[in-house]
Nanobody, 125 residues
C-alpha cells in the first residue's frame, strides 16, 4: 500500500504549510488518516487524525487550534493544514492509514500498518 506525501518545506515562525497524503481509492475510503511527526532521538508521535467516514478529528494539545486535518474524497487525499507554525514544530512529518481505530488520545505508530515516506518541515525563528 502506497501513501505519497508532499508539501513540506521551510517557513518562518508564524507561517503556514499544507501537507498532502494521496493513496489509492481502496485504501482511502475506509481508513483513518493519522499525522505523525518525529525529531532526532525521539519517538514518532501522533499529532492529528481524521476518521474514515464520520469526518471526526482529533488533535494533540501541542497543535490544537493551529493544525487542521481534512480529506478530499474526490482526490483520495488527506491534508494537514498547519498554521501559526513554531520552531518546536520542526520535524519529519508522516501520514499513516489504519482501519478506523479511534480514540481521544494518541495512537502508537505500530497501530498504523500503512505509511507515507515522510516530509521535512523546518520552522525558523
Amino acid at each position: 500500500v502506497q501513501l505519497v506525501e508532499s508539501g513540506g518545506g521551510s517557513v518562518q515562525a508564524g507561517g503556514s504549510l499544507r501537507l498532502s497524503c494521496t493513496t489509492s481509492r481502496a485504501v482511502y475510503t475506509d481508513n483513518c488518516f493519522g499525522w505523525f511527526r518525529q525529531t532526532p532521538g525521539k519517538e514518532r508521535e501522533e499529532v492529528a487524525r481524521i476518521s474514515g467516514r464520520a469526518g471526526s478529528s482529533w488533535y494533540d494539545d501541542s497543535v490544537k487550534g493551529r493544525f487542521t486535518a481534512s480529506r478530499d474524497n474526490a482526490a483520495n487525499t488527506a491534508y494537514l493544514q498547519m498554521n501559526e507554525l513554531q520552531p518546536a514544530d520542526t520535524a519529519i512529518y508522516y501520514c499513516a492509514a489504519q482501519e478506523n481505530r479511534w480514540t481521544e488520545s494518541p495512537l502508537w505508530p505500530h497501530e498504523y500498518p500503512h505509511w507515507g515516506q515522510g516530509t521535512q518541515v523546518t520552522v525558523s525563528s
